[in-house]
Protein backbone atom coordinates (compact mmCIF):
# COMPACT_ATOMS: atom_id res chain seq x y z
CA UNK A 1 0.00 0.00 0.00
CA UNK A 2 3.15 2.27 0.70
CA UNK A 3 3.84 1.60 -2.98
CA UNK A 4 0.72 2.51 -4.36
CA UNK A 5 0.06 5.41 -2.17
CA UNK A 6 3.14 7.13 -4.05
CA UNK A 7 2.64 5.79 -7.43
CA UNK A 8 -1.47 7.08 -7.89
CA UNK A 9 0.03 10.41 -7.14
CA UNK A 10 1.49 10.56 -11.00
CA UNK A 11 0.31 12.99 -13.08
CA UNK A 12 1.63 10.69 -16.28
CA UNK A 13 -1.27 9.10 -18.40
CA UNK A 14 1.01 6.30 -19.22
CA UNK A 15 2.18 5.72 -15.46
CA UNK A 16 -1.32 6.07 -14.08
CA UNK A 17 -2.81 3.52 -16.36
CA UNK A 18 0.19 0.91 -15.64
CA UNK A 19 -0.55 1.61 -12.00
CA UNK A 20 -4.13 1.31 -12.19
CA UNK A 21 -3.57 -2.21 -13.17
CA UNK A 22 -1.49 -2.83 -10.66
CA UNK A 23 -3.96 -2.04 -7.72
CA UNK A 24 -6.91 -4.01 -9.94
CA UNK A 25 -4.83 -7.22 -8.92
CA UNK A 26 -3.59 -6.45 -5.95
CA UNK A 27 -7.40 -5.88 -4.67
CA UNK A 28 -8.79 -8.53 -6.57
CA UNK A 29 -6.67 -11.17 -4.54
CA UNK A 30 -6.99 -10.65 -0.26
CA UNK A 31 -4.19 -12.85 0.40
CA UNK A 32 -1.89 -10.42 -1.96
CA UNK A 33 -3.10 -7.32 0.50
CA UNK A 34 -3.31 -7.99 3.72
CA UNK A 35 -2.02 -4.33 4.39
CA UNK A 36 -4.86 -2.87 2.83
CA UNK A 37 -6.58 -1.28 6.13
CA UNK A 38 -3.24 -1.25 8.35
CA UNK A 39 -3.29 2.56 8.17
CA UNK A 40 -6.40 4.07 7.69
CA UNK A 41 -4.60 7.78 6.86
CA UNK A 42 -2.70 5.95 3.72
CA UNK A 43 -5.70 4.31 2.39
CA UNK A 44 -8.00 7.79 2.60
CA UNK A 45 -5.26 9.21 0.71
CA UNK A 46 -5.24 6.46 -1.95
CA UNK A 47 -8.88 7.03 -2.42
CA UNK A 48 -8.76 11.03 -2.48
CA UNK A 49 -6.30 10.25 -5.30
CA UNK A 50 -8.53 7.88 -6.97
CA UNK A 51 -11.02 10.53 -7.11
CA UNK A 52 -9.04 12.48 -8.57
CA UNK A 53 -8.28 10.10 -11.46
CA UNK A 54 -12.20 10.01 -12.02
CA UNK A 55 -12.10 13.80 -12.76
CA UNK A 56 -9.31 13.07 -15.22
CA UNK A 57 -10.11 15.20 -18.79
CA UNK A 58 -8.25 11.82 -20.34
CA UNK A 59 -11.48 9.34 -20.68
CA UNK A 60 -9.02 6.04 -20.29
CA UNK A 61 -8.07 7.34 -16.93
CA UNK A 62 -11.28 8.39 -15.86
CA UNK A 63 -12.14 4.89 -16.23
CA UNK A 64 -9.58 2.79 -15.11
CA UNK A 65 -10.33 5.53 -11.80
CA UNK A 66 -13.75 4.11 -11.99
CA UNK A 67 -12.86 0.71 -11.93
CA UNK A 68 -10.51 0.93 -9.23
CA UNK A 69 -13.04 2.84 -6.99
CA UNK A 70 -15.62 -0.40 -7.72
CA UNK A 71 -12.54 -2.81 -7.04
CA UNK A 72 -12.24 -1.17 -3.48
CA UNK A 73 -16.11 -1.17 -3.11
CA UNK A 74 -15.89 -4.62 -4.04
CA UNK A 75 -13.21 -5.03 -1.09
CA UNK A 76 -14.10 -2.60 1.36
CA UNK A 77 -18.12 -3.21 1.15
CA UNK A 78 -19.90 -1.15 4.31
CA UNK A 79 -16.68 0.03 5.22
CA UNK A 80 -16.40 1.97 2.38
CA UNK A 81 -19.30 3.98 3.64
CA UNK A 82 -16.97 6.76 4.94
CA UNK A 83 -15.68 7.56 1.28
CA UNK A 84 -19.56 8.36 -0.42
CA UNK A 85 -19.51 11.82 0.27
CA UNK A 86 -16.03 11.87 -1.13
CA UNK A 87 -16.34 10.11 -4.40
CA UNK A 88 -20.60 10.78 -5.30
CA UNK A 89 -19.26 14.37 -6.16
CA UNK A 90 -16.65 13.55 -9.32
CA UNK A 91 -19.31 10.56 -10.32
CA UNK A 92 -22.46 13.12 -10.53
CA UNK A 93 -19.94 15.11 -13.04
CA UNK A 94 -18.79 11.76 -14.92
CA UNK A 95 -22.40 10.95 -15.52
CA UNK A 96 -22.29 14.37 -17.79
CA UNK A 97 -19.34 12.71 -19.67
CA UNK A 98 -19.36 13.24 -23.15
CA UNK A 99 -18.74 9.74 -23.52
CA UNK A 100 -21.08 7.01 -22.99
CA UNK A 101 -19.33 4.50 -21.37
CA UNK A 102 -18.04 6.82 -18.65
CA UNK A 103 -22.12 8.10 -17.62
CA UNK A 104 -22.48 4.58 -17.69
CA UNK A 105 -19.57 3.31 -15.74
CA UNK A 106 -19.98 6.17 -13.40
CA UNK A 107 -24.22 5.67 -12.51
CA UNK A 108 -22.81 1.25 -12.60
CA UNK A 109 -20.89 2.61 -9.65
CA UNK A 110 -23.43 4.47 -7.47
CA UNK A 111 -25.82 1.40 -7.81
CA UNK A 112 -22.93 -0.78 -6.89
CA UNK A 113 -22.78 1.70 -3.91
CA UNK A 114 -25.88 1.00 -2.84
CA UNK A 115 -25.62 -2.48 -3.11
CA UNK A 116 -22.28 -3.08 -1.16
CA UNK A 117 -21.17 0.09 0.57
CA UNK A 118 -24.90 1.64 2.05
CA UNK A 119 -28.71 1.61 1.95
CA UNK A 120 -30.21 3.31 -1.30
CA UNK A 121 -31.61 6.77 0.80
CA UNK A 122 -28.25 6.81 2.04
CA UNK A 123 -26.89 7.19 -1.59
CA UNK A 124 -29.70 9.31 -2.31
CA UNK A 125 -30.03 12.09 -0.02
CA UNK A 126 -26.39 12.61 -0.97
CA UNK A 127 -27.08 11.89 -5.11
CA UNK A 128 -30.11 14.39 -5.22
CA UNK A 129 -27.51 17.71 -5.09
CA UNK A 130 -27.11 16.74 -8.80
CA UNK A 131 -30.58 17.29 -9.91
CA UNK A 132 -29.38 21.15 -10.11
CA UNK A 133 -25.82 20.52 -11.98
CA UNK A 134 -24.87 22.88 -14.08
CA UNK A 135 -24.42 20.11 -16.98
CA UNK A 136 -27.81 19.40 -18.03
CA UNK A 137 -26.14 15.33 -18.97
CA UNK A 138 -25.97 15.37 -15.34
CA UNK A 139 -28.96 16.48 -14.60
CA UNK A 140 -30.15 14.01 -16.81
CA UNK A 141 -28.33 11.01 -15.66
CA UNK A 142 -29.29 11.62 -11.92
CA UNK A 143 -33.32 10.87 -13.12
CA UNK A 144 -31.93 7.87 -15.28
CA UNK A 145 -29.98 6.75 -12.11
CA UNK A 146 -33.14 7.01 -10.17
CA UNK A 147 -35.18 5.34 -12.94
CA UNK A 148 -32.40 2.77 -12.86
CA UNK A 149 -32.73 2.27 -8.73
CA UNK A 150 -36.13 1.71 -8.69
CA UNK A 151 -36.03 -1.03 -10.85
CA UNK A 152 -33.20 -2.61 -8.60
CA UNK A 153 -34.58 -1.94 -5.33
CA UNK A 154 -38.29 -0.94 -5.86
CA UNK A 155 -39.86 2.10 -3.69
CA UNK A 156 -39.65 0.51 -0.73
CA UNK A 157 -36.13 1.70 0.32
CA UNK A 158 -36.48 4.73 -1.18
CA UNK A 159 -38.61 8.10 0.46
CA UNK A 160 -39.38 9.18 -2.70
CA UNK A 161 -41.02 12.47 -1.18
CA UNK A 162 -37.63 13.96 -0.84
CA UNK A 163 -37.24 13.23 -4.61
CA UNK A 164 -40.43 13.60 -6.88
CA UNK A 165 -40.23 17.66 -5.99
CA UNK A 166 -36.54 17.34 -7.79
CA UNK A 167 -38.34 15.41 -10.74
CA UNK A 168 -41.41 18.38 -10.59
CA UNK A 169 -38.56 20.89 -10.76
CA UNK A 170 -36.62 19.47 -13.91
CA UNK A 171 -40.20 19.07 -15.61
CA UNK A 172 -39.37 23.35 -16.36
CA UNK A 173 -35.63 22.33 -17.11
CA UNK A 174 -34.02 24.51 -19.94
CA UNK A 175 -33.06 20.75 -21.97
CA UNK A 176 -35.47 18.95 -23.83
CA UNK A 177 -33.44 16.01 -22.64
CA UNK A 178 -33.74 16.34 -19.09
CA UNK A 179 -37.81 17.60 -19.06
CA UNK A 180 -38.41 14.05 -20.82
CA UNK A 181 -36.06 11.90 -18.27
CA UNK A 182 -37.86 13.37 -15.37
CA UNK A 183 -41.25 12.44 -17.20
CA UNK A 184 -39.76 9.09 -17.63
CA UNK A 185 -38.92 9.01 -13.87
CA UNK A 186 -42.50 9.75 -12.82
CA UNK A 187 -43.88 7.63 -14.90
CA UNK A 188 -41.54 4.91 -13.06
CA UNK A 189 -42.44 6.33 -9.77
CA UNK A 190 -46.38 6.24 -10.60
CA UNK A 191 -45.61 2.15 -11.42
CA UNK A 192 -44.47 1.62 -8.46
CA UNK A 193 -47.06 3.92 -6.13
CA UNK A 194 -49.54 4.23 -8.48
CA UNK A 195 -52.06 7.28 -7.72
CA UNK A 196 -50.77 8.63 -4.65
CA UNK A 197 -48.27 10.31 -6.96
CA UNK A 198 -51.01 11.48 -9.01
CA UNK A 199 -52.34 13.52 -6.08
CA UNK A 200 -48.64 14.40 -4.89
CA UNK A 201 -48.12 16.50 -8.39
CA UNK A 202 -51.32 18.11 -8.58
CA UNK A 203 -50.43 19.36 -4.91
CA UNK A 204 -47.59 20.69 -6.56
CA UNK A 205 -49.07 22.73 -8.85
CA UNK A 206 -48.39 20.46 -12.07
CA UNK A 207 -51.61 21.37 -14.60
CA UNK A 208 -53.86 18.09 -15.19
CA UNK A 209 -52.90 17.60 -19.21
CA UNK A 210 -49.25 17.33 -18.02
Not at 20 to 25: A, D, T
Not at 92 to 116: H, P, S, T
Not at 194 to 205: F, Y
Amino acid sequence: MDYFCEQVQQKDVGRRMQVGQELLEYLSDPARSPDLEQDQQRLDKVIDELTGWVNSSNFKVALLGLDVLGAFVDRLSGRFKSYIGTVLLPLIDRMGDAKDQVREQAQNLILKLMDEAAPPMYIWERLAAGFKHKNYRSREGVCLCLIATLNIYGAQPLVLSKLVPHLCTAFGDSNSQVRDAAILAIVEVYRHVGEKVRIDLTKRGIPPGR
